[in-house]
């Protein structure tokens, strides 16, 4: 799957099918993303439908920075404006190149994510790795696209 099976009306669905979320996820994370080092934070509504994304582009050394602190200081705005929408949902998207060095580390961050989120009271429907190679989800060790 890819984001080209997207239909028009993908929006009309819930992100909460993970290979549906990849396509979607696939769509955010552009290569160049992938190829900088970036997280995504794609937000939903409380029906967990697409509302908006943001991506933030990560420092070239992004791999050397502890991982909790790295998605909670890329994640602080999002996290931030939800306070005010409590029943929002959240997917994230790490873009990282693909090195065999960083993939050791997509269960770290995969957890970092999900305790950030969990310290501000937002509801993450999702944790998603995009490489050049396709994306994946730690947390569940499966490969989506």
Not at 57 to 83: H, K
Request: glycine residues 8%; negative net charge.
């Amino acid at each position: 799957m890819s984001f080209e099976n997207l239909t028009p009306t993908w929006n009309d669905r819930p992100l909460t099918d993970p290979g549906f979320a990849a396509d979607v996820v696939d769509l955010m994370v552009t290569l160049g993303d992938r190829q900088k080092g970036s997280i995504t934070a794609i937000v939903c509504g409380p029906d967990d439908r697409f509302l908006t994304a943001m991506a933030v582009e990560l420092r070239p050394d992004f791999a050397g920075l502890a991982a909790t602190e790295l998605f909670r200081t890329a994640l602080r705005p999002v996290l931030e404006a939800l306070r005010t929408s409590p029943d929002a949902g959240l997917v994230v998207a790490l873009g990282r190149p693909d090195h065999d060095l960083l993939a050791a580390m997509d269960h770290a961050w995969a957890q970092a994510a999900t305790e950030v989120c969990e310290a501000a009271g937002v509801r993450l429907l999702g944790f998603y790795v995009a490489t050049k190679l396709g994306i994946h989800q730690p947390a569940a060790g499966r490969v989506l696209i």
